[in-house]
């Protein structure tokens, strides 16, 4: 039990410690904008990297931080029935989903993503969105590490709802 929660607590270190990062990428996302937005409407003279540096930070901000929005327990629920059922029965629910649809889900993305940025990497892939042109394998690797990230946090939790509906009480 104890083996239990210090690696969900160390999983859970782990998702703030992303989501503290991920908050931290807005910075320089705003920056981003307003420069190009000077740069385009009050020179006259817009940037040719503002798109794909906005574009990349943003997603890097918003999967980067999935992890610790799954620890925070803060992801979309419908909960008409959820809300009403007792903690016990949420964890069984919790449990089912994880081993129905999250975890079947979550290893598509870990294999698929892989391959992805493997070959990314490999064939030196770049976008083709503006004339700058930037390599597209760090955005994928964020990707993944991403996925990465919130299948770890989906273990956690799963280790915890499990815990809680075989022994009754939480980990």
Avoid at 158 to 168: A, E
């Amino acid at each position: 039990m104890i083996m239990l929660s210090s690696f969900s607590k160390a999983i859970d270190g782990l998702s703030t410690w992303s989501g503290k990062l991920a908050a931290w990428i807005v910075i320089p996302n705003v920056f981003a904008l307003v420069y190009e937005f000077f740069a385009r409407y009050v020179f006259g003279s817009p940037t040719i990297w503002s798109y794909e540096v906005t574009y990349f930070l943003y997603g890097s901000h918003f999967l980067l931080g999935a992890a610790y929005t799954l620890h925070l327990k803060s992801h979309i629920r419908i909960d008409i029935f959820y809300q009403h059922i007792s903690p016990r029965g949420r964890a069984i629910v919790d449990s089912i989903g994880y081993l129905i649809f999250f975890f079947p889900v979550m290893i598509l993305l870990i294999y698929a993503g892989a391959e992805f940025t493997i070959q990314s990497f490999e064939m030196g892939e770049k976008s083709g969105l503006s004339p700058w042109r930037p390599y597209l394998f760090p955005y994928k690797a964020v990707v993944m590490i991403s996925i990465l990230l919130l299948f770890l946090q989906g273990i956690a939790e799963f280790v915890r709802n499990t815990f809680l509906t075989i022994k009754g009480k939480e980990l």
